[in-house]
């Protein structure tokens, strides 16, 4: 089956002229019906996976007779996810697999947002194929539904909720331990044996792969399996993975923070458990890794957290600044460099909100990798987005603007033109990113902050054309698409190949053209 780039290199120029037009808001909704009837497969791609529809094209594309089209809308991620999950009783495999796949990216435009509905949920777990119900079926699930999941009345919606077992109430566990149905029982009864270590220790596999890794790391441990690590590990890698079991005896933690290793002693010094005198020579250990790792440990006292303040690598000296134990002044007077550069983008993850007092302290303090980490909090008060949003650190003003939604339209803007790292794309889709004013970068050396300028209805028209023959295809891109273009121009891109589909899609190309092109289609 050809993929989307495939469809799209296949497509000759009317075709693309056609794509286009399915993407042009000033096409009549009463021509969409016609493109997704008789169109080629690449505008067809285009009309439903890249915009929003009407509802009566929504029902359209739901019972297009092509499984093709009905899994580019599977895709959509411009739209609300009720609308993709009128899909989820599709009978072809490809559908519902893009269906559990989730959304594409939306970098640009309106996305949809929030996750499918909980019916949706539960059709999907209980009809669909296991191979399908990945990660991005995953991400589809709101929080609330995941915890309602081991009390649900269906049976294998139960026997999802199991996976949360270390965090249900011990009357869930018992109520799935009895569970009417076999499978949850079963799967409840698993959940039991991994916490037993006799059990971990007949079932782990003697070579590598994801379940011994998952054991060493997670599962809890004999003292024989311990052993056999600590003396004759399997694989190199097998110290540093159970340096982080939660199940570890005091003595076996002790031995591995003196191991040779410097990895092993870097993981073991992520442990909240460590003895005082694992800690104190891990904070004096040779390796500053280690002792960067170590700096962040709860339990440091007073000389421990001055001698790391006085560490001779920076890097240590930066990791225990943030401790929680300094007092402001305290925290002030520790040397520590703050790198500008950094990744800054946006936290996709489903978060769950932190101390309000928490994030006020960090929102409050005079450490900017404190503040970064209030910036990152999408529940921040009104008082602290707007003290936040004219800090002086970028970092901070950029993770505001990458994770907050009452960011103000001049902070997005500010953010983009300031921050050129990973992520940078995302803070053009938020909603409130703004557009007038923008013509003023119209000759800045970035192409992508010349491309702003495509945003703003003012530009003018000369300037317009001028950027459609800019160096950069991306400049390029936008440029054709803006109604401000001449239109002896916009006729002229409407035969150029690379720019064809994007002055198809130029709201101010005519509709007696529009119409035309759309006439001309053959019916199917």
Same mark, same amino acid.
């Given at each position: 089956m050809p993929t989307p780039a495939d469809i799209w290199a296949d497509a000759d120029l009317p075709v693309r002229r056609l794509a286009g037009v399915a993407l042009n808001p000033s096409t009549p909704a009463d021509l969409l019906p016609r493109l997704l009837a008789d169109a080629p497969l690449a505008v067809r791609m285009v009309l439903c996976r890249d915009r929003v529809l009407p509802d009566a094209v929504v029902d359209a594309v739901v019972a297009h007779p092509d499984a093709r089209t009905r899994g580019f809308f599977a895709q959509n991620p411009h739209v609300d996810p009720a609308q993709r999950a009128l899909l989820v009783r599709d009978p072809d495999w490809f559908v519902r697999a893009h269906l559990a796949e989730g959304p594409r990216p939306a970098t640009t435009g309106p996305a949809g947002s929030g996750y499918l509905p909980d019916d949706a949920v539960v059709h999907m777990i209980t009809t669909y194929e296991a191979e399908l119900l990945g990660g991005g079926f995953h991400r589809q699930i709101s929080a609330e539904f995941r915890r309602a999941m081991p009390t649900h009345p269906e049976a294998r919606v139960r026997a999802w909720g199991t996976g949360s077992w270390s965090?249900? /109430?011990?009357?869930?566990?018992?109520?799935?331990?009895?569970? /009417?149905?076999?499978?949850?029982? %079963?799967?409840? *009864?698993?959940? &039991?044996?991994?916490?037993?270590?006799?059990?971990?220790?007949?079932?782990? #596999?003697?070579?590598?792969?994801?379940?011994?890794?998952?054991?060493?790391?997670?599962?809890?441990?004999?003292?024989?399996?311990?052993?056999?690590?600590?003396?004759? /590990?399997?694989?190199?890698?097998?110290?540093?993975?159970?340096?982080? !079991?939660?199940?570890?005896?005091?003595?076996?933690?002790?031995?591995?923070?003196?191991?040779?290793?410097?990895?092993? %002693?870097?993981?073991?010094?992520?442990?909240?458990?460590?003895?005082?005198?694992? +800690? *104190?020579?891990?904070?004096?250990?040779?390796?500053?890794?280690? +002792?960067?790792?170590?700096?962040? =440990? #709860?339990?440091?006292? #007073?000389?421990? *957290?001055?001698?790391?303040?006085?560490?001779?690598? /920076?890097? &240590? @000296?930066?990791?225990?600044?943030? =401790?929680?134990?300094?007092?402001?002044?305290?925290?002030?007077?520790?040397?520590?460099?703050?790198?500008?550069?950094?990744?800054?983008?946006?936290?996709?993850?489903?978060?769950?909100?932190?101390?309000?007092?928490? &994030?006020?302290?960090?929102?409050?303090?005079?450490?900017?990798?404190?503040? @970064?980490?209030?910036?990152?909090? +999408?529940?921040?008060?009104?008082?602290?987005?707007?003290?936040?949003?004219?800090?002086?650190?970028?970092?901070? @003003?950029?993770?505001?603007?990458? !994770?907050?939604?009452?960011?103000?339209?001049?902070?997005?803007?500010?953010?983009?033109?300031?921050?050129?790292?990973?992520? %940078?794309?995302?803070?053009?889709?938020?909603?409130?990113?703004?557009?007038?004013?923008?013509?003023? =970068?119209a000759a800045d050396d970035d192409p992508a902050v010349r491309a702003l300028a495509a945003r703003d209805p003012e530009t003018e028209p000369h300037v317009v054309e001028r950027l459609t023959r800019d160096p950069d295809p991306a400049v390029r891109a936008a440029f054709a698409r803006h109604p401000n273009l001449p239109p002896s121009r916009l006729a002229e891109l409407l035969d150029d190949e690379e720019l064809a589909h994007r002055a198809a899609a130029n709201p101010a190309l005519p509709l007696t053209r529009i119409r035309r092109l759309v006439a001309a289609l053959p019916h199917g």
């Open positions: 965090v249900l /109430p011990a009357g869930t566990r018992a109520a799935l331990l009895a569970d /009417p149905d076999d499978d949850v029982r %079963r799967r409840a *009864r698993q959940r &039991v044996r991994e916490e037993d270590p006799v059990w971990v220790e007949s079932v782990l #596999p003697s070579h590598a792969c994801h379940g011994r890794t998952d054991a060493l790391l997670h599962l809890p441990l004999t003292a024989k399996v311990v052993r056999g690590v600590l003396t004759d /590990p399997f694989g190199a890698d097998d110290r540093a993975m159970i340096a982080r !079991n939660p199940s570890l005896p005091p003595d076996a933690v002790a031995r591995l923070a003196a191991d040779p290793d410097p990895e092993v %002693r870097r993981e073991t010094a992520s442990r909240a458990d460590l003895g005082p005198a694992e +800690r *104190r020579a891990l904070v004096a250990d040779p390796d500053p890794r280690v +002792r960067r790792t170590a700096a962040r =440990h #709860p339990d440091l006292g #007073p000389d421990e *957290r001055a001698a790391l303040a006085a560490d001779a690598d /920076p890097r &240590v @000296r930066l990791s225990v600044s943030v =401790h929680p134990a300094w007092s402001e002044a305290e925290r002030a007077a520790i040397d520590y460099r703050v790198p500008a550069d950094g990744d800054f983008s946006a936290d996709l993850r489903p978060l769950p909100p932190r101390d309000a007092e928490a &994030v006020r302290r960090d929102a409050l303090s005079g450490h900017p990798l404190l503040r @970064r980490e209030a910036a990152r909090e +999408r529940t921040l008060p009104p008082d602290l987005v707007a003290r936040l949003a004219v800090d002086d650190d970028l970092g901070v @003003r950029v993770l505001l603007a990458q !994770n907050h939604s009452g960011a103000p339209p001049g902070l997005l803007l500010s953010c983009f033109l300031a921050y050129t790292g990973s992520g %940078r794309e995302h803070l053009l889709a938020r909603p409130d990113f703004p557009s007038a004013g923008l013509a003023v =970068h």
